[in-house]
């Protein structure tokens, strides 16, 4: 995100989880070295391999005159696609001595493999416990032969702004490197999401401190580094952290459900101006407008109208709009909560019974009704995860709505099908030269071709628009 000639970057960073300061101010610490000898063993390296296309014609780029680029972009036509290997590193902390590892989503994702190096350089295979892309946060695990060294979640709520913090992570690719610094800012808003709150430093950060701590005095996560806003990618002095107070939740549902849930609402807000709060005769210009109401809500079905102003939800005061999404989402699904209103004048209070986000489909976001999105279904066979076409699965992959078939989520990469470079958003059209619209349809093609003896399938791929056949054999095993 460009902001003037400076620019918010995501760096594979850590950030850490700080405590409660105290209400006497503390001097610079004589030296970190026993808190950082403390801490190290608990924050690890994470590298990640991923398989990318280049294109054929992969060195420097010059500006020709344009008879000559026509040539050459004929030239390229139909010719094969490189794949390559690429390598990233960030960072990440244990919170469980059973090997639960936390990191970045951004350091994770789209991975196909994913090693965690321990502070003593030994080397472990992780895998994806879940992961959150609206707040930036992954839970990983590996399976270590002895308990590893955990730190725990301070409470970010009591850091306040020049309270002490390290952190310590792998920045360029160095690994276990401490930095030291205070808490500059909190609750900063980089626009990266819906629910930012980040704690800003000044603790250097740079690219490969993704997904690491930002400790308290008192060895506490109280943050994961995230994101820094630099001019040239590296550390200037600010620096952006997950508070640990809304990471630690995301973390506790990751692990128990590997996926999070959050409350639904169901209305598109905006904030209240002073102009607004005037016409409308608020007290003063907080809480959340409502713009709509969404069909088939919790916030319709509670009675909740177009042009209400939100004023407490869940016996607490919204100070902005920005705040009442975080708001939601922290309250429990299946809640009934009590929301006051402005409304003509007057304070109106209801009870809401709230829904849970991630079952709510795009479109019902628009005002359509509510939809569960299936999950992707693995079929290991075949080394795919497929899913349904739903309006979800459009948006993500950047389907046209007239689009069918069954979208690959995911696929092996030691299967055939990734050696027929099938990949995540291709659409299988037909199996056994049969129509499937569902993952239950292309299992079934299997289990068929299984009790006839065969050793692969035949599928119809729609790839980019183009359609081709190709036979994918099953796994061995």
Do not use: C
Not at 158 to 176: K, S, T, Y
Not at 295 to 316: E, K, L, M, R, Y
């Amino acid at each position: 995100m460009a902001v003037g000639m400076f620019a918010v970057t995501f760096v594979a960073v850590g950030l850490a989880f700080t405590s409660a300061g105290t209400a006497a101010a503390r001097g610079a610490p004589d030296s970190f070295a026993d808190l950082a000898e403390q801490l190290l063993p608990s924050v690890v390296n994470i590298r990640t391999t991923s398989t990318v296309q280049a294109g054929v014609h992969s060195g420097p780029e010059f500006n020709l005159p344009p008879g000559l680029e026509d040539f050459f972009e004929r030239f390229r036509e139909g010719q094969p696609e490189q794949r390559r290997k690429a390598t990233s590193l960030g960072s990440g902390f244990i919170v469980d001595e059973s090997g639960y590892i936390i990191t970045n989503n951004h350091v994770v994702k789209d991975a196909e493999e994913i090693f965690v190096v321990l502070h003593d350089d030994s080397e472990l295979e992780a895998e994806v416990v879940g992961i959150d892309d609206k707040t930036d946060i992954a839970v990983l695990k590996v399976d270590p032969k002895t308990p590893l060294p955990a730190v725990s979640f301070g409470d970010s709520d009591a850091e306040r702004v020049g309270d002490w913090v390290i952190a310590i992570g792998n920045p360029l690719g160095f690994g276990g490197t401490v930095t030291a610094g205070i808490v500059s800012a909190r609750g900063r808003d980089i626009n990266s999401g819906p629910y930012d709150n980040y704690i800003q430093t000044d603790a250097p950060i740079n690219k490969g401190n993704s997904g690491g701590p930002l400790f308290n005095m008192e060895g506490e996560v109280i943050g994961i580094n995230t994101a820094i806003f630099s001019p040239n990618g590296g550390s200037i002095g600010i620096g952006f952290a997950i508070p640990s107070n809304l990471a630690s939740k995301v973390v506790s549902q990751l692990r128990e459900y590997g996926t999070t849930r959050r409350g639904w609402l169901g209305v598109t807000i905006q904030q209240v101006t002073d102009e607004i709060a005037e016409t409308m005769g608020l007290p003063e210009a907080s809480g959340a407008l409502v713009s709509t109401v969404h069909d088939d809500s919790p916030a319709a079905a509670a009675g909740i109208q177009s042009g209400d102003v939100i004023a407490t939800f869940n016996g607490q005061k919204v100070p902005n709009s920005r705040r009442l999404p975080r708001m939601v989402a922290d309250a429990s699904v299946g809640d009934t909560v009590p929301v006051e209103v402005w409304r003509g004048g007057k304070k109106v209070d209801l009870d809401v019974k709230l829904g849970q986000l991630e079952k709510v489909d795009l479109a019902s976001l628009r005002g359509a009704p509510q939809q569960d999105q299936e999950s992707p279904r693995a079929l290991d066979s075949l080394g795919l995860a497929l899913a349904p076409i739903g309006n979800a699965v459009r948006q993500e992959f950047g389907l046209s709505a007239d689009i069918e078939g069954v979208v690959i989520t995911k696929v092996d990469p030691s299967s055939d099908a990734a050696e027929k470079q099938l990949r995540p958003g291709n659409i299988i059209v037909e199996v056994n030269q049969e129509k499937v619209t569902s993952p239950d349809d292309v299992a079934k093609q299997i289990e068929a071709a299984k009790a006839e003896g065969k050793k692969s399938v035949l599928m119809l791929i729609n790839q980019g628009g183009s359609l081709r056949f190709e036979a994918v054999r099953f796994k061995e095993g």
